[in-house]
């Protein structure tokens, strides 16, 4: 009755409870400051956004010693995407998508630049490098005005051009 393959399998069965009991043991609960270095997402309405503040003057500064190499100037010509429209949209390719034509939010931009720019060295801007970044590219591409300034409550009201321009590819689907 007990055969050598019925008493390993029961052997198995023991042993995959008493692991059961002492938990999966994927680690700790997060501290609040820990989770806040992480927590950073920004909502379009502005819901997320830090307190601080920029100029896009002082968003050029920042641009030309951290951002220029891979983008080129204004944006434009460097070897990473372009930060510029070159026109509107004519095709579904992914190259013609840039911050003025196509983004629909200036909170993603803000978002975006925090947690993943520069490319080599993310989150390492403070929110003022990123509100002055912000306001900067958003001048650069006609959004704002060259002397603007931004902060949580300017930022959240601008509309971006391409706002209503999204359609939803599967409607029947949501
Ligand atoms: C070492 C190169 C490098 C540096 C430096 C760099 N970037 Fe980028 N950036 C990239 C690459 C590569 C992408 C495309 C990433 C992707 O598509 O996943 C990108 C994408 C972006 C985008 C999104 C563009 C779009 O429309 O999709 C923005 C905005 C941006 N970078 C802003 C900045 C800012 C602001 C700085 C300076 C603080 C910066 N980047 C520095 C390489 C770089």
Redesign the pocket.
Known sequence: MFTPKLIAALALLALATGANAEGPRLGKTISAEELAAWDSSVMPDGNGLPEGSGTAAQGAQ??AQ??V???GEKGVGG?????LPRGPITSINGGE???GN??PYAST?FD??RR?????QPKS?TSN?VYA?TAY?LALNKVIDEGAGLDAATLAKIKMPNRDGLIIRFPDRI
Do not use: V
């Open positions: 920042i641009f951290k951002c190499t891979c983008h070897s990473a995407s372009a930060l998508k840039t911050i196509f983004w931009l975006y630049i993943a720019m520069p490319w080599q801007l490098e970044l590219l």
